[in-house]
């Protein structure tokens, strides 16, 4: 997530109006009350893809299957796209 390049404090009252602009343009707004970080207004893409980290995280199966993907690729245990597309064309006419 991107670091907060713009601050507002909500005794300030501030424009909401160039908050959702600072979102629209990919920043994080940080909200601060009484002299606190509260909040973060953040643009719906990068809430998207905090969510879509937490569901990759959450599922110990597939983190493992990643893990275990990316010490093979590191083994040389690879293949290439040509190859997957001929596994799986021989698969289809197998019925398989």
């Known amino acids: 997530m991107s670091e907060p390049v713009t601050r507002v404090t909500a005794e300030e009252s501030p424009s909401w ?12 707004v940080a909200v601060v009350a009484h002299g ?18 937490i ?7 597939l ?8 010490a093979d690729a590191r083994a040389g245990r690879v293949f290439s796209a040509s190859d997957v597309a ?8 197998a019925g398989e």
């Open 86 to 93: 001929a596994d799986l064309s021989a698969r289809r006419t």
């Open 55 to 61: 569901d990759v995280l959450s599922d110990t199966d």
């Open 17 to 28: 109006d160039e908050v959702v602009r600072h979102a629209e343009h990919g920043d994080t």
């Open 36 to 53: 606190r970080h509260v909040a973060d207004v953040v643009p719906s893409g990068e809430l998207d893809r905090l969510r879509e980290t």
């Open 63 to 70: 983190v493992r299957d990643l893990v275990e993907g990316l």
